[in-house]
């Protein structure tokens, strides 16, 4: 069945830097999305990218897709300390669900 | 105006009681969720429901029940409530029923069993 590994499950950084996650999956998609956990609150949808892109951007956030390594990642650019949160990668299993992992959790350092 | 909205945001209760779990979402979604996130922070889906059929019911024990009056509510009613129950309930809608949906989530409502 599916599911969404995220790599590493901490990382922590000065502000300024640029910040990398990585998101590994099991089985063939057509999507995967990437979602933002701020402690204690929901989850925040940050951006989609389809099987036939290789990489999106969106603001400081650019996500890429290897569909051959079965593999995602999220790069935050110029981190600020508001960007200290859990990020998950959701990628899909069948046509209507998404499955998410651990999250990586990341701490912005002023 | 709060998009997905779940009530209470905390609840504490002894093992064995019953208890509930609201979720209203004002966004006219077709399609709402409860998601369980454990101590661990893995987030797995519970249930869905589009337009108040219900189409995902994960292997979650019978002691868990989801309701849905309307498709702008699904409550989660919960019977006879173990030690392992304890978690952060998720609701979530989005617009479409496919997996390309975007997901809005409530704030989440954490509950200890005690």
């Known amino acids: 069945s599916q599911q969404g590994e995220e790599d590493p499950q901490a990382l922590s950084i000065q502000e300024g830097e640029n910040a990398t996650m990585n998101c590994s999956y099991k089985?063939?998609?057509?999507?995967l999305q990437w979602y933002r956990q701020n402690s204690g609150r929901g989850l925040v949808h940050l951006i989609l990218i389809r099987s036939n892109e290789r990489e999106k951007h969106s603001g400081r956030l650019r996500v890429t897709l290897d569909t051959s390594k079965k593999s995602s990642s999220l790069l935050i650019t110029a981190s600020r300390a508001a960007d200290t949160a859990s990020y998950f990668c959701a990628p899909p299993q069948g046509a209507q669900k998404l499955v998410f992992g651990q999250g990586t959790r990341l701490t912005i350092n002023p | 105006d709060t998009a997905v909205s779940q009530t209470p945001k905390y609840l504490v209760t002894q093992m064995g009681n019953d208890k509930s779990i609201k979720c209203e979402q004002n966004l006219g979604h077709d399609t709402m969720y409860w998601y369980k996130q454990d101590s661990k922070k893995f987030l797995k889906i519970m249930f869905s429901?589009?337009?108040?059929?219900?189409?995902i019911n994960e292997t979650v024990p019978n002691r868990f029940s989801p309701k849905s009056p309307d498709k702008a509510h699904l409550n989660l009613h919960i019977n006879s409530l173990e030690l392992g129950d304890s978690a952060v309930y998720f609701c979530?809608?989005?617009?479409?029923?496919?997996?390309?949906?975007?997901?809005?989530f409530g704030e989440g409502s954490r509950l200890t069993v005690l």
């Open positions: 089985t063939s998609i057509n999507n």
């Open positions: 979530a809608s989005s617009q479409a029923r496919t997996n390309t949906g975007e997901l809005f």
């Open positions: 429901y589009n337009n108040k059929e219900l189409i």
